[in-house]
């Protein structure tokens, strides 16, 4: 199975502060990857697909870049409204798997 | 609109079953995979299984395997999985998610296992 490294796994940070979490896999994916975002009690959000396409509907302050193994997700300026964890996830191969997660706080 | 609403869970004994579904509207059902995914009460997410259009091919978490089958009437617009055997370790909320990119989500629906 791929293994998702994702850091950090929680992020204490401030309104109009640049957010940057990472995702590393265990083997090459093929550019693979999504991040979604999540909020408590909430289905998770299709934010970035295919490591750095914009879902349709998304803000353009999230952006996301890499390739191969190493992948980065960007709020370019953090808005109250992102608060929320945010996940990586490849579907090269099945099983598809998740990151841990990185979970954002107000400072 | 997309709407996927998924249907089914409750309380069950260990070693028990369910048999979860998933209502699809909104688009062409039989055009797109479709996955399974839990997250259990505080953790992370994890995938579960996913089904191709036509139902031919399926896949699964190895902790599922032999327990889980998806499945899918196209017909009815309709995705399911049924759970057998089930572990307390498999309480969760299950969401099912429209394509191998998730672009869309149910709300999901509670699996409670009790030991």
């Known amino acids: 199975d791929i293994q998702m490294t994702q850091s950090p796994s929680s992020l204490s940070t401030s309104v109009g502060d640049r957010v940057t979490i990472t995702c590393q896999a265990s083997e090459d994916i093929n550019n693979y990857l999504n991040w979604y975002q999540q909020k408590p009690g909430k289905a998770p959000k299709l934010l970035i697909y295919d490591a750095s396409n914009l879902e349709t509907g998304v803000p353009s302050r999230f952006s996301g870049s890499g390739s191969g193994t190493d992948f980065t997700f960007t709020i370019s300026s953090l808005q109250p409204e992102d608060i929320a964890t945010y996940y990586c996830?490849?579907?090269?191969?099945?099983?598809?798997?998740f990151g841990q997660g990185t979970k954002l706080e107000i400072k | 609109e997309v709407q996927l609403v998924e249907s089914g869970g409750g309380l069950v004994q260990s070693g028990g079953s369910l048999r979860l579904s998933c209502a699809a509207s909104?688009?062409?059902?039989?055009?797109?995979?479709m996955n399974w995914v839990r997250q259990a009460p505080g953790k992370g997410l994890e995938w579960v299984a996913n089904?191709?259009?036509?139902?031919?091919?399926?896949y699964y978490v190895d902790s599922v395997k032999g327990r889980f089958t998806i499945s899918r009437d196209n017909a009815k617009n309709s995705l399911y999985l049924q759970m057998n055997s089930l572990r307390a370790e498999d309480t969760a909320v299950y969401y099912c998610?429209?394509?191998?990119?998730?672009?869309?989500w149910g709300q999901g629906t509670l699996v409670t296992v009790s030991s």
């Open positions: 998610a429209r394509s191998n990119r998730a672009d869309y």
């Open positions: 909104g688009f062409t059902f039989s055009n797109y995979w």
């Open positions: 089904i191709k259009e036509d139902g031919s091919k399926k």
């Open positions: 996830q490849q579907y090269n191969n099945v099983p598809y798997t």
